[in-house]
């Protein structure tokens, strides 16, 4: 389509229509952007180069980070991965949702290189959202789907979101509304040595408790002992605003935007009431509003670690980088 400003960018409700368009343009290798429960996903047929080479223009994302392969169900996933008890489990307990585990590689897994950036894992995730699920059983393929946004900047949680970013760069945007955890999958690595079992790593925090997943596994995580991008969000600088960003703000300097938390209260604010869920439900969107408003900068009030509020900090760390 020809579009010349982010607002032609062709935005349809979430439906049977809009569901049977999407499909249709992915079959012809481009990408479309669609509502997960994490953030928007800009989607295309994981098998494809040029369709993968696709998502990677429109965002204009490096081509050593990952993609994420988004897959309908456990059996999808077995055929692009290879599945250990441990995987099994994981994927039993949290799938549909927002957890990515990263695998061994299967031999012959129909994706494109570009894919797992030549790695010899793949990053897999069972999305929950009822769009991107009616997508995938619909469309009969894996969709990788990294977040619909220019690369490095603020991810998306609204169809305008995705627009005023994308603009004509993707010729669909389903609008499913907000997304309800609205921060990006958490992302686990299970490690092998010599086909044995050596742990696993936590590569992204995110909505899904890294303390339930040492439960299930019955061990803790390994620590991060180099800064490989084996997965999307791993870059020292991301999620970011056009505006600098300072963090643990208890007021607003001149100039400043204030996002507030809790007891400070801001010209807006993630969670009143203190809430982490609602918080991070609400990162993305604030960062959107500060990042359009008149002030010359950013900031943020203080978020308490553990549990989700480390995923918050974890992206607000590296939107301040």
């Known amino acids: 389509m020809a579009a010349s400003n982010p607002s032609d960018a062709q935005i349809m409700p979430a439906g049977d229509k809009a569901i049977a368009r999407a499909v249709a343009i992915l079959r ?15 989607a295309a047929d994981a098998s494809r180069a040029d369709a993968v080479a696709a998502i990677y223009r ?7 980070n990952p993609l994420i392969v988004h897959v309908p169900d456990i059996a ?7 599945f250990d008890d441990r995987a099994e489990k994981l994927a039993r307990a949290f799938w549909p949702g927002p957890l990515t585990l990263v695998l061994p ?80 999958s958490t992302i686990v690595a299970l490690r092998n040595f010599a086909g044995a079992p050596t742990g696993w790593q936590l590569l992204r925090p995110g909505p899904i408790d890294p303390a339930a997943i040492a439960a299930l596994l019955g061990e803790d995580p390994l620590p991060l002992t180099d800064h490989a991008i ?41 969670s009143a009431s203190g809430d982490l869920a609602e918080a991070a439900a609400n990162l993305y969107a604030a960062l959107h509003r500060a990042d359009a408003s008149t002030r010359e900068r950013i900031a943020v009030a203080p978020i308490p670690s553990g549990g989700m509020g480390d995923a918050i900090n974890d992206r607000l760390n590296r939107a301040a980088a």
């Open 105 to 184: 590689l299967a031999e012959g897994a129909n994706v494109a290189p570009a894919v797992t950036a030549g790695l010899p894992t793949i990053a897999l995730r069972c999305p929950a959202h009822p769009v991107m699920r009616a997508v995938l059983k619909a469309g009969g393929m894996t969709l990788a789907a990294p977040s619909a946004n220019r690369s490095g900047g603020i991810s998306p949680t609204t169809a305008a979101h995705v627009a005023a970013s994308l603009g004509d760069g993707v010729p669909l945007i389903v609008d499913g509304g907000a997304c309800s955890a609205g921060l990006e």
């Open 230 to 270: 084996e997965a999307p969000g791993q870059l020292a600088s991301h999620y970011a605003p056009s505006k600098p960003v300072r963090l643990h703000a208890d007021a607003a300097q001149p100039g400043e935007w204030l996002i507030g938390f809790g007891a400070v209260a801001g010209d807006d604010t993630l």
């Open 28 to 42: 012809e290798g481009r990408p479309v952007a669609l509502p997960t429960e994490t953030v928007y996903g800009l």
């Open 76 to 82: 999808a996933a077995r055929r692009l991965a290879i």
């Open 58 to 64: 429109a965002k204009g994302r490096p081509d050593f």
